[in-house]
């Protein structure tokens, strides 16, 4: 992405990009930073990476549920340890 945003950026725009230099955020994540309404931080995002001021990245992969059979054999096992 380029590093230098045009001179004449609107403040908005300006404050998201120097809040997305510090790594990723969800559009979520920007807006409430920002106090600016979810979809006009998206529409201001999108511009921003069309520009090629910032990266898109997928979100990550939600973790693995865990199996519950494994943790109440810990829970026991810890149970029976301490008690």
Do not use: F, M
């Not at 955020?25 to 090629?52: C, F, I, K, N």
């Amino acid at each position: 992405p380029d590093r230098q945003l045009p001179l004449n950026a609107k403040p908005e725009v300006r404050a998201i990009w120097e809040l997305c230099a510090g790594g990723y955020l969800s559009v979520a994540e920007v807006a409430a930073y920002l106090s600016l309404p979810v979809g006009v931080t998206r529409l201001l995002l999108t511009d921003l990476a069309d520009q090629g001021h910032l990266l898109r990245r997928a979100a990550p992969p939600p973790a693995q549920a865990a199996d519950r059979a494994l943790i109440e054999k810990v829970l026991h096992g810890l149970q029976t340890r301490l008690a």
